[in-house]
């Protein structure tokens, strides 16, 4: 897929498009958490904002989740240009996370520590921007 600047999203195996990331279960099996961007496709170099969506280990919506953000470029390592951070839940396990932004093509990585009702897990979504 061709992106406005000359970059493309790897749509084959291995990592995922980066301008939707499917349905993983956390590290520990407490949540199920989902990812769409604002941004379609997603563009190098403009800030932006996606939608994560959260359930419980039951498949409820998780409506209190207090979520921490970490990822970038592990093989370059560093991470993201800028501080991505939730900042409004939306309703229904809905949560914005504003401030994402790519500054080159690459493999990278999102990983978000999740607590919600005395529980705390882990999942790391990893994608390509060619």
């Known amino acids: 897929m061709e992106m406005e600047d000359g970059m493309s999203m790897d749509m084959s195996g291995g990592s995922m498009p980066a301008d939707s990331l499917e349905a993983q279960t956390t590290e520990n099996g407490h949540f199920t958490v989902s990812a769409v961007s604002q941004l379609d496709p997603v563009v190098i170099n403009e800030t932006h904002s996606w939608t994560l969506h959260i359930e419980n280990a039951d498949g409820k919506p998780v409506t209190d989740a207090e979520i921490a953000i970490d990822g970038g470029m592990p093989e370059h390592d560093h991470g993201f240009p800028t501080a991505p951070r ?45």
């Not at 978000?112 to 060619?130: A, M, P, W």
């Open 86 to 130: 939730v900042t409004q839940y939306l309703g229904e396990g809905g949560y914005l996370l504003e401030g994402m932004r790519f500054n080159m093509g690459g493999v990278w990585v999102l990983t978000l520590e999740i607590s919600s009702g005395g529980q705390s897990d882990t999942v790391t979504f990893e994608f390509e921007l060619n």
